[in-house]
């Protein structure tokens, strides 16, 4: 099922399993800004991630001795188990809590829980979990939006750019056919807050960041101007990808990335884990403003 809200600027709707957004749309213009998930392409508007981001070496974590098949991008993403627990005029909260069937692959007794608010030109995603169990508890989060790129039929993909607040000089991280981040670096951003798009850039797999100083970036174009701007003050690293072939690019907020190629599976030591002690309460949130 689908849910919307909508407010004088604009309308979003979040499909119930995965907890998905699927829609931004202009109530002025009826302009979308999400990618249409075409299944022939890339069939996820803006996936949910947690508790891992991104692969897993081997397919599994070790934890305790055990060893624990968590998911690529985690247990979120497409889960018909996730539903709807509040709805109010300006906002929609999912939540995903943990079963006999969650702890067989992810040792933790967690609760997730995800809000969508609209404010003014915004969406505001903000993500709670909490620890319910006796020990203490790793995870990572993060998110996968998808805007469609481009925006207007007179454009093509390589009329926009992504504009960094702060002046930039970072690598991507490689990544190896398997998903994993390898030890080779490629210098993307060197003494520049701007990043150009075009068919090529991701022929490698996604741009992964590690060490940016900006906790905002803005999709624009050289025809149109700005439009988009994510504000991820809370995430440290921060992925760009899009298939392809693709009419789209996602700008993705993390707080964890994906296992490294030397990886020792360990789930305590794995890079960007973040550790909840017994019954407490992690908050995290980012935006998404549509600027037209």
């Not at 809200?5 to 829609?23: P, R």
């Not at 081997?58 to 985690?74: D, M, Q």
């Not at 150009?196 to 970036?217: E, G, P, Y």
């Amino acid at each position: 099922m689908t849910y919307s809200i909508q407010n004088h600027h604009l309308k979003i709707s979040v499909q119930e399993t995965g907890a998905e957004l699927c829609q931004i749309q202009s109530t002025v213009t009826g302009k979308d800004f999400l990618w249409n998930a075409d299944p022939a392409v890339w069939s996820s508007y803006a996936p949910v991630l947690f508790p891992v981001i991104g692969a897993i070496k081997n397919g599994f974590v070790k934890y305790k001795g055990g060893e624990y098949a968590v998911p690529r991008h985690g247990m979120v993403r497409n889960n018909a188990n996730v539903k709807l627990t509040n709805q109010a005029t300006d906002s929609l909260t999912f939540t995903l809590k943990y079963s006999e069937e969650t702890l067989a692959i992810y040792p933790f007794e967690f609760e997730f829980e995800i809000t969508y608010r609209l404010d003014h030109k915004k969406v505001v995603i903000d993500h709670k979990v909490i620890n319910h169990g006796s020990e203490e508890m790793l995870f990572s989060l993060g998110g996968h939006p998808a805007f469609k790129c481009p925006l207007h039929e007179d454009e093509v993909y390589e009329d926009y750019y992504l504009e960094f607040e702060a002046i930039e000089n970072d690598s991507t991280w490689l990544l190896e056919k398997n998903g994993l981040v390898g030890n080779a670096t490629k210098p993307v951003l060197e003494h520049t807050n701007v990043l150009h798009l075009n068919s090529q850039l991701f022929d490698n797999d996604a741009l992964i960041f590690k060490h940016l100083i900006s906790k905002q970036v803005s999709l624009r174009s050289t025809k149109s101007g700005q439009v988009i701007t994510v504000s991820y003050k809370d995430f440290p690293y921060l992925g760009i990808w899009a298939k392809p072939g693709g009419h789209f690019v996602c700008i993705e907020p993390w707080l964890g990335i994906a296992d490294s190629a030397d990886s020792d599976q360990n789930f305590e030591t794995k890079e960007g884990i973040l550790k909840l002690e017994a019954g407490g309460t992690f908050d995290a949130g980012f935006t998404i403003e549509i600027n037209e």
